[in-house]
């Protein structure tokens, strides 16, 4: 589904990423670990086709597309969806009009009908209950005075609305309490259904006790330093990331 | 008056000045009457200060010299009827519709639906001619015709417009819709409509002033509309503008609240070459209510300046300000909100707020407050700001699958909203939110 190669990308002169490799094929739940500063993010906004960041050299093929070359947008309708670390506000656009625009750009672009108001409806009572997210919240400008929670809830709500192939989640446990991490969490197992690939990034082990990850790969500096199953990330979490930066900084200076 | 001088005066101001000495020479004698001395005053005050300069304060970032340049028709009789009305695309207007075309009132395009228990409405000309009794007292005992050059050109020369009275206790339900059009298919023309809009006690009322230009020449048009809003009256006033890249607006629209009264009004410009408004309120009575919107959407080459006086005379009133600009392409924009709160206006609440998005490096935007306090217990603030448009948000939309341009156009749509939703009049703010959604597709 999903083939990065040799990826280097750099923000203005600081180069981030140094050389991604990662398959992901679908159905599968990768996380991405690592310690802050290591381009996890970095990472998850180039999929997206964040402009900041200029791809200096690799290649990134979704569904034998050459996804550098496409614009947000298009991703988003070929089936790719980044949750945001910061869900950004955005006044007087409520989140109901925003995801019927959404959606149906999307349908346009796959040479589908709109939605009708019904369907619409329906998807959206249905899509509402995986992450116990309020009508009234709905109605109201897009997270706009929305406190964290409900940031995160309405990026996975998003997610279940536009039905993507692939989603990528930004750090979505960070400033999350006890409960509306299990919600989140909730939500985007309830998402996966075989077909439909994650990319997790994360800081920490918590949001991978709910969402249980088929793979955990580790970045630092820029690149992919360790790969493993779920139980890498128990060990990450029990002796930190000390040891692996060791392990990398020592093969560096040798 | 003969004793006027113009050697040094644009043509325009000498034109406009012989234009006043043939409509006085045509009195008839009636040149002794309150009214026609106060023109004549006007007239001097008008030659005494020209036209302002961008040296004079209030007329810093507006310059009025392109204008002074030309010649305009003043006169021009127009064949315009219903056919080349019905090639405007206008939206479907119910109520009182009044047209006046070139400055002057068409009777057969006009419909007046309320009857008279309620509502008079009678024609500035017809008023002037025959019932100078009528407007003694209010015209020109509120726009200041002494130190404003436009307004004072406009006291002496105005020759249509209209005069609406609204008796006391009386809700009229139809809006009273006021359609200005400068025919300018065949020449330069220009018109001077004044309008005086008396609401009695504790009466209530909507209207509406639209302005539109129809052909390729030049429209130059000096408005004045003076508001009374008498005690415990609610007034709804919106201002539309639709003209020309090519036309020169400037307005003033002056309003006087008695006491408890309500004033609630919305400036939208749409597009215009040239556009200045003056809104000046003076509060003149306690517990009134004063809400001032604006927004501007100016592209291509427009320049549209906003000029506001919020003057708190009288204690425990509240005044809301906020206007909001979108400013494309190379176009300019001005802000300039004076709020006076008097030695007698304690307990006043006022506030003030002006909000722009420009959309291009290449437009500009000035704002200015400014706030004049004499009393100590009131509660006042002001902001401005002007910024970009938030990428962030622009690559949130599209990472949802919306394409750039429709993002920016969502995003600028939401900004102008809080205005456009302030305008009851339904057919008024469905045409104004598609004019916005068409000018938008071009951001």
Known sequence: MLTINNLHARIEEKEILRGINLEIKPGEVHAIMGPNGSGKSTLASVLAGREDYEVTEGSVTFNGKDLLDLAPEKRAAEGIFLAFQYPVEIPGVTTINFLKTAINEIRKYNGQEPLDAAQFLKRMREKAKLVKIDDALLKRSLNEGFSGGEKKRNEIFQMAMLEPTLGLLDETDSGLDIDALRIVAEGVNQLRDGKRSFVVVTHYQRLLDYIVPDFVHVLYKGRIVKSGTKELALELEEKGYDWIKNEVDALEIA | MSS???????????????????????????????????????????????????????????????????????????????????????????GNVLYFINGVYNAELSQIATPENKLKVIPFSEALAQQPELIEGYFGKYANYETDAFTALNTALAKDGVVVQVADNKIVEEPIILRFISDVRLANVGSQPRNLIIVGKNSQVKIAEAYRTVGDNAAFVNTVTEIIVDESAMVDYYKVQSESDKSYHIGTTQVYQKGRSYFYSATVTLNGGFVRNNLNVVLDGEYIESHLFGLYVPNGKQHVDNHTVVDHRKPNCESHELYKGILMDKSTGVFNGKIFVREDAQKTNAYQNCRNVVTSDEATMNTKPQLEIWADDVKCSHGTTTGQLNDEAIFYMQSRGIPKKEAIRLQLLAFAQDVVTQIKIDSIREYIEELILEKLEGA
């Open chain 2, 4 to 94: 006027i001088e113009n050697k040094d005066a644009s043509s325009l101001k000498a034109e406009l000045i012989a234009d006043f000495h043939l409509s006085q020479a045509k009195l008839n004698g009636k040149a002794a009457l309150p009214i026609h001395q106060l023109r004549g005053e006007a007239m001097q005050n008008f030659d005494k200060l020209g036209f302002p300069t961008i040296r004079h304060e209030e007329w810093k970032y507006s310059n009025v010299s392109n204008l002074v340049k030309q010649t305009f028709d003043f006169h021009t009789k127009t064949e315009f009827n219903q056919a080349d009305l019905d090639k405007i695309p206008l939206p479907h207007l119910t």
